[in-house]
């Protein structure tokens, strides 16, 4: 079992900054693919970016360059630091993880998921 949790959440205004954590535990965190979604009011889950355990990155093209992911597998920490967020970047943000080598876009691919934390962005 791998436990995940993520900090971070608020509310702010559109052109702000925020970062959000997700902290692992009970699994070997530096052998997983990390990742983050979101779901909005009344939609599906959406991907949002990935790092896999030697650092490479993907991004959907809604938050490419203005999201960045990052990893410290010393602490077992994921971060996504976004900026210049938008009213439609509201969502409830969730880390999870999968033991792969490959990132996919597809939530079913992911086995741990942490509780989420709210993102909302005002204009």
């Known amino acids: 079992q791998m436990q995940l949790a993520e900090t971070g959440g608020g509310l702010v205004q559109a052109g702000d900054s925020l970062r959000l954590s997700c902290a692992a535990s009970g699994r070997t965190f530096g052998s997983y693919v990390m990742a983050w979604f979101r779901r909005a009011p009344g939609k599906d889950f959406e991907f949002v970016t990935a790092?896999?355990?030697?650092?490479?990155?993907h991004f959907a093209d809604s938050v490419k360059g203005r999201f960045a992911i990052s990893r410290d597998n010393s602490k077992n920490l994921m971060y996504l630091q976004m900026e210049s967020l938008k009213p439609e970047d509201t969502a409830v943000y969730y880390c999870?993880?999968?033991?792969?080598?490959?990132?996919?876009?597809?939530?079913?691919?992911?086995?741990?998921w942490g509780q989420g934390t709210q993102v909302t962005v005002s204009l």
């Open positions: 999870a993880s999968a033991y792969m080598t490959m990132i996919y876009v597809h939530r079913e691919r992911y086995r741990y």
């Open positions: 790092i896999t355990s030697s650092g490479a990155t």
